[in-house]
């Protein structure tokens, strides 16, 4: 590859240019599909809502169920 800088910085502007517009038309598409959830996320929040309910409980006691080498 030569060293035209110019050459260089057009084919990047354009090839920045494709990426936004592919991503323009991936954030479309995923707003489209009407809030469907992947796995993982679903098994996330799902984890956090049982630590949640699990720590209901236990909310006075800040170290509770941590124990002490002693």
Known sequence: ?????????????QRLAELRAAGARA???ESGR???RGVATAVGA??????QWLARG?????????RVAR
């Open 1 to 13: 590859m030569g060293d035209n800088v110019y050459a260089i910085e057009v084919m990047m502007v």
């Open 27 to 29: 954030a479309l598409v």
């Open 34 to 36: 009407g809030g469907q």
């Open 58 to 66: 236990e909310a006075g006691a800040p170290n509770a169920g941590v």
């Open 46 to 51: 799902a984890l956090i809502r049982a630590g």
